[in-house]
């Protein structure tokens, strides 16, 4: 079963289209469920690839 | 102006004065807190079209912040036993990442969003960072942001 705007709803009723982003920042997937043309379901999951990062410094006395 | 993903500079800051509690050290008293508690964390989405956060963001704010069904302002709260797993260091990289995914479950954002800014609810909603991606919308479904490997290479904030 798969939730829907329109309730719970069997898979087998709806159309599904899927997808894939993957570069040097993320990969994320999607997944989308149709109805007769209409959006009724859209899942995503971001997988973090680059993330912050910060770099110390520390002064000297030779200045 | 977009979102952009950063360490917030205030954070950095805040760091020093050691606002911000990840983890559960045993430290020396400077008046009576000898074992805090670590503090509690939350994530908070935000329109691609904002601009809203970024490396300026000091504290939470709801400009920009998405809405929808079944999404609350100021986001969801990060969760485990604390929401950060102990902060360690590898090399010359400190590091540390939220124990668990981070699950917005069964809303619908209609509104394209690209980022999740990261803050202190406890010590009043202060910015810890900010994660970009790429534009989503979600009908009636869920949005899963995955924690990389907590390493000094991959983990969510690293300091070097």
């Known amino acids: 079963m798969i939730t829907t705007t329109k309730g719970d709803m069997d898979e087998s009723l709806l159309d599904k289209r899927e997808g894939v982003v993957d570069n040097d920042h993320e990969r994320t997937t999607w997944v989308e ?14 997988t973090f690839k680059r993330n912050v990062f910060s770099q110390t410094a520390i002064g000297g006395f030779n200045g | ?19 911000h509690q990840f983890g559960a050290p045993t430290i020396t ?15 908070a989405l935000y329109e691609a079209t904002a601009g809203a956060v970024g490396a300026g963001t000091t504290v939470y704010t ?35 990442t939220p124990t668990a995914n981070i699950v917005f ?17 406890t010590q009043g909603t202060k910015a810890v960072s900010v994660h970009t991606f790429g534009s989503q919308t979600i009908t009636a479904g869920t949005l899963t ?10 983990a969510l904030i690293r300091i070097a």
């Open chain 2, 29 to 43: 008293s400077r008046t009576s807190l000898t074992a805090p508690t670590p503090d509690s964390f939350k994530a």
């Open chain 2, 62 to 96: 709801s400009s920009g912040e998405v809405s929808g069904t079944n999404y609350s302002a100021g986001g969801v709260d990060l969760t485990g036993a604390q929401d950060w797993i102990e902060p360690s260091s590898s090399g010359t990289t400190g590091f540390s």
């Open chain 2, 1 to 19: 102006m977009a979102n952009t993903q950063a360490m917030c500079t205030s954070f950095k800051k805040e760091l020093m004065n050691a606002i």
């Open chain 2, 105 to 121: 479950t069964n809303v619908t954002l209609t509104t394209a969003f690209d980022a999740v800014l990261i803050y202190n609810s």
């Open chain 1, 33 to 46: 469920y149709w109805l007769d043309g209409e959006l009724v379901h859209r899942s995503a999951h971001v």
């Open chain 2, 145 to 154: 942001l995955t924690m990389p490997a907590n390493d000094a290479t991959n």
